[in-house]
T-cell receptor, first 111, second 118 residues
């Protein structure tokens, strides 16, 4: 069953602004991952954060993880029109195990 | 690296026919492959997990006799939708993991196959 809930479901911002997406989950995890999906395409892995980590950066991406609240956030700074896509969080309970995806956030960045 | 392809990218078929979808890891050996389906504006739902040379493990509610999965080699997995019906119309996506230990945490996704059953 789906265990990840994301909010907002949709987010529309102007180019240059920051975008923040949140993800909550229900059970204990080994790691949490964020993926991006352009319309009608496959998913691209963005970043992985392990349960013993609290924050991680990759380029314009910043991910936080709060295991006590069972939540994570993805921040995209200085957004670009090319960042327009759906973003999904996914949790795994063990290494190499199956991923349970959240409902996703549809991000629209207007030029 | 870590490129996954799917074939076909889209298929239209008549109700009652069977459709085979191929998933290939092009530049790595996929120790495990996963099959998902995705309805419009929805998230990915895991259908099954397959390891090379062994039977796939299906998620609850997924009919294994309807969705046949074969993982014959470390670079190829196939999903066959048997006796397809309009409600099977969906976007089917595969993914693979490689290596051992932490390397297996990341899944590499194919571009998806859009199936329309008339």
């Amino acid at each position: 069953s789906q265990q990840g809930e994301e909010d907002p479901q949709a987010l529309s911002i102007q180019e240059g602004e920051n975008a923040t997406m949140n993800c909550s989950y229900k059970t204990s995890i080994n790691n949490l991952q964020w993926y991006r999906q352009n319309s009608g395409r496959g998913l691209v892995h963005l970043i992985l954060i392990r349960s013993n980590e609290r924050e991680k950066h990759s380029g314009r991406l910043r991910v936080t993880l709060d295991t006590s609240k069972k939540s994570s956030s993805l921040l995209i700074t200085a957004s670009r029109a090319a960042d327009t896509a759906s973003y999904f969080c996914a949790t795994s309970r063990n290494q190499g195990g199956k991923l349970i995806f959240g409902q996703g956030t549809e991000l629209s960045v207007k030029p | 690296g870590a490129v996954v392809s799917q074939h076909p990218s889209w298929v239209i078929c008549k109700s009652g026919t069977s459709v085979k979808i191929e998933c290939r890891s092009l530049d790595f050996q996929a120790t495990t492959m996963f099959w998902y389906r995705q309805f419009p504006k929805q998230s990915l739902m895991l259908m099954a997990t397959s390891n090379e040379g062994s039977k796939a493990t299906y998620e609850q509610g997924v009919e294994k006799d309807k969705f046949l999965i074969n993982h014959a080699s470390l670079t190829l997995s196939t999903l066959t939708v048997t006796s397809a019906h309009p409600e099977d119309s969906s976007f089917y996506i595969c993914s693979g993991t490689r290596g051992t230990g932490p390397m297996r945490e990341t899944q590499y996704f194919g571009p998806g196959t859009r199936l329309l059953v008339l």
